[in-house]
């Protein structure tokens, strides 16, 4: 089974910048395509940015140019770089699987962005 772990957010001020780490579980990460999804309250889960094997990237339009998703292989995790962070970023953020292939969500990270 694999198990995801999401660590590294907190309490920003507008403007500033975090990044998320995701250490994954299992011997076979690097042929997983990979995403990062957040969640706020009341609202639905959503795609934040994706990232294939081979290391293409996309991402939901209002992060574009602001956040950037990568990840290294030999060490079994992923990243989410989140910079000019802004409140509507608020959210817990969640790794898991891409391509419709999502496993068990994990605990995830909250990220709070506030003045």
């Known amino acids: 089974q694999v198990q995801f772990v999401e660590s590294g957010g907190g309490l920003v001020q507008p403007g500033g910048s975090l990044r998320l780490s995701c250490a994954a579980s299992?011997?076979?990460?690097?042929?997983?395509?990979m995403a990062w999804y957040r969640q706020a309250p009341g609202k639905q889960r959503e795609l934040v940015a994706a990232i294939t094997s081979g290391g293409s990237t996309s991402y939901e339009d209002s992060v574009k140019g602001r956040f950037t998703i990568s990840r290294d292989n030999a060490k079994n995790t992923m990243y989410l770089q989140m910079n000019s962070l802004k409140p509507e970023d608020t959210a817990v953020y969640y790794c898991n699987r891409g391509l419709g292939y999502a496993a068990s969500w994990g605990q995830g990270t909250q990220v709070t962005v506030s003045s």
């Open positions: 299992g011997n076979i990460f690097r042929l997983y395509a």
